[in-house]
């Protein structure tokens, strides 16, 4: 999700007592009009504050909850169609689920086309079940009822009769007390912060890189003294030497962009949100890489027929003018396809994800103009290639660590499909060990111990390469305390979650429950104090938290030693055994779900609906600090003093 780095001083002072009042960011208006006699459709107007958004009507199975409209009666009318919004939402990456999400940030109106049958007489009844989110925090799943009714003989929706209970025949409270409302201490310390996502940035410098890495390949390095002494031969003037010089890079550019975007559409445009997400996608790109890793690795090399670029170069020569100078830099996309191919390929797999075209277009102009730089350059100062170093066996030792790297890069799409589809084949320590494998063989490699069938003789490491191997051999070392659990932060976007990880030594020892009846009365047979979590499986945010600071063994050891934590999910969907009401607002809400228990549990006792949502308790259910959110800056020696005070507070009651 996007963020934004534009809080003031004064918001800042001001937004923890703001944030702890109930946030009602989303409203909902509904409303019938008829398009003839017996046609018509139901408007469902959603009105969204600045800032915040409302996800869309279907999202990919993992991430936050789309927004539903269910009809639980329809009596005397018939659905024509699908329900459609006034604008399509808008898609974007996140990058804590790995998931392409659409959302509305702006009003938006939904309709559902229907037809009278019978009579006339009708009762259409339902509900919209919706999240929205901000770029600090989220509301849990709410819902609105809906209802429109014509002709006496009709009965009440189904939803107004389901079956109802008091909340403590549900809950088998022992003490009311812990449900009531209580007063929250404000703090400016409470207040969430924000952050940014900076993917484009992000995804050019990915992209720049790899055309620097595809530069000192065994089929680009070449190039460069070839088709400069082209140009220099060609012309006469050093002035039109430039421009040619600068022409043909900016000919490198083009034809690199628009070869990216052409094999981008060649999967669809609308297929481009399925990237992140989809098993299919995931395994044909793990394949793809596996592919491109062996053939780096010397087993093979992957060409474009021989003719292409014979027929291009003849062109070349033939031509006279920009027209020859653009088949030239034809012809060397040709030629070192080889080597380029590979680094394109992956590069627009993680490229496409982002959604749109705009992310392989961004990123193959970043690719593209690391490429074209060296030779623009060495062709306006000819006596800079006199210090280039000469093409040898070092050529394929680079080409040879890429295949390394690719090789690790594969298993990252692997174990997207895995987490996708639940099959539990690459869990948190299964990767590792394969990266650890990798990395180790690659400093192996880089010291002359390891040899491929194309590479030359190591007679004595040089000092690039053993640095190169300190860094390899380093990076297996460090990954090694993931195989007990250790969070590994600097890799967490790449390995699976630590929730597939089998065995943790660093899983620590304190007690976390996820009914908040039984925790408090396990707090108050052991006298501790109460860490209170509301989360959801939606919220973005709490990932975030919970990775960068939960799972660290600073703040593990104050939970360990101090404190009894109760984890409640306010977007859990279970049914609850008995359904039951109860009256916010002057209104009564209906409680079918675990989450809908929970959420109404921090709206009522808290006067808050956001997550992450963190306070801390004594044993009658009273906060004794004030609430915690969203960290942007992920501290996590604050968090850790604050865990502290809490402690200090509740021995001095």
Same mark, same amino acid.
């Given at each position: ?88 939402p808008t898609e974007t990456v996140d990058m804590i689920f790995n998931l392409t999400l659409g959302w509305w940030s702006s009003n938006v109106s939904l309709e559902q086309k229907f037809k009278l049958v019978g009579d006339g007489s009708y009762n259409i009844a339902g509900k919209i079940t919706f999240q929205g989110c901000n770029d600090e925090s989220c509301i849990p799943p709410t819902k609105e009822i809906f209802e429109f ?180 830099? %034809?012809? @060397? +996309? /040709?030629? =070192? *396809? $080889?080597?380029?191919?590979? #680094? !394109?390929?992956? &590069? ?117 390469? %053993?640095? @190169? +191997? /300190?860094? =390899? *051999? $380093?990076?297996?070392?460090? #990954? !090694?305390?993931? &195989? ?149 800056n992920e501290n996590v020696e604050d968090f850790k003093n604050w865990l502290l005070k809490g402690v200090e507070e509740y021995k001095t009651k």
């Open positions: 999700m996007q963020r934004i780095y534009s809080l003031l001083f004064c918001i800042i002072v001001f937004a923890g007592i703001a944030n702890a009042q109930l946030q009602t960011p989303i409203t909902w208006t509904t409303s019938m009009k008829m398009s003839s006699e017996n046609e018509g459709k139901i408007i469902f107007n959603a009105e969204i504050e600045d800032g915040w958004h409302l996800y869309a009507l279907t999202l990919p199975e993992g991430g936050p909850n789309p927004t539903k409209i269910t009809f639980d009666t329809l009596e005397g009318v018939e659905l024509l169609g699908e329900i459609t919004p006034s604008v399509q009714i014509k002709g006496d003989a009709i009965t009440k929706a189904n939803v107004e009769t389901v079956a109802v209970a008091e909340r403590k025949d549900n809950t088998a409270s022992n003490s009311d007390a812990w449900w009531n409302p209580v007063d929250v201490p404000a703090s400016e310390e409470s207040a969430p912060q924000s952050t940014t996502d900076a993917p484009w940035w992000e995804i050019f410098l990915w992209g720049f890189l790899g055309g620097l890495a595809a530069l000192i390949t065994p089929c680009v390095w070449p190039l460069i003294p070839m088709t400069v002494s082209f140009f220099l031969k060609k012309n006469d003037s050093k002035a039109k030497s430039i421009r040619d010089a600068v022409t043909y890079g900016v000919s490198i550019i083009i034809i690199y962009l628009v070869l990216g975007l052409a094999i981008t559409v060649i999967f669809g445009a609308g297929k481009l949100n399925e990237l992140a997400t989809n098993a299919t996608f995931n395994l044909i790109f793990f394949a793809l890489l596996v592919v491109f890793g062996v053939s780096f690795l010397g087993a093979f090399d992957i060409k474009l027929p021989s003719k292409w670029s014979n027929v291009v170069d003849n062109k070349a020569e033939k031509t006279t003018g920009l027209l020859s100078i653009f088949f030239m830099a %034809f012809t @060397l +996309a /040709l030629v =070192s *396809f $080889s080597c380029t191919g590979p #680094l !394109i390929g992956t &590069l627009l797999v993680e490229a496409a994800s982002i959604g749109n075209l705009t992310g392989p277009a961004i990123g193959m102009s970043g690719f593209a103009i690391a490429l074209a730089i060296p030779f623009t350059l060495f062709a306006i100062f000819p006596s800079m290639l006199k210090e280039l170093p000469r093409s040898g066996g070092w050529l394929n030792s680079v080409k040879v660590v890429l295949g390394f790297l690719e090789l690790a890069l594969a298993l990252k799409f692997l174990s997207v499909a895995d987490l996708c589809e639940g099959w539990g084949i690459l869990d948190r320590e299964v990767f590792l060990v394969l990266w650890i494998v990798i990395f180790a063989l690659l400093g192996m490699y880089l010291l002359g111990k390891l040899k491929f069938s194309h590479d030359s003789d190591v007679e004595y490491v040089s000092i690039p390469r %053993f640095f @190169l +191997a /300190l860094v =390899s *051999f $380093s990076f297996a070392m460090y #990954l !090694i305390p993931g &195989l007990w659990g250790a969070p590994l932060k600097s890799v967490s976007a790449f390995v699976p979650p630590l929730k597939t990880q089998d065995f943790n030594l660093y899983g620590g020892g304190f007690k976390e429950f996820d009914d908040y009846e039984e925790g408090m009365r396990y707090a108050q047979e052991h006298n501790m104090p109460v860490l209170m979590d509301f989360t959801g499986y939606g919220c973005v945010n709490c990932r975030k938290m919970e990775s960068a600071v939960f799972d660290t063994e600073q703040v593990r050891k104050v939970l360990e030693d101090n404190y009894v934590l109760i984890k409640l999910v306010t977007d859990d969907k279970t049914k609850l055994s008995n359904p039951y009401k109860v009256t916010e607002d002057g209104k009564d809400v209906l409680i079918e779900t675990v989450g809908e228990k929970w959420a109404y549990l921090q709206r009522h006792k808290f006067s808050a609906s956001t997550q992450p949502y963190y306070i801390v308790l004594d044993n009658a259910g009273n906060a004794i600090s004030p609430y915690r959110s969203y960290d942007a």
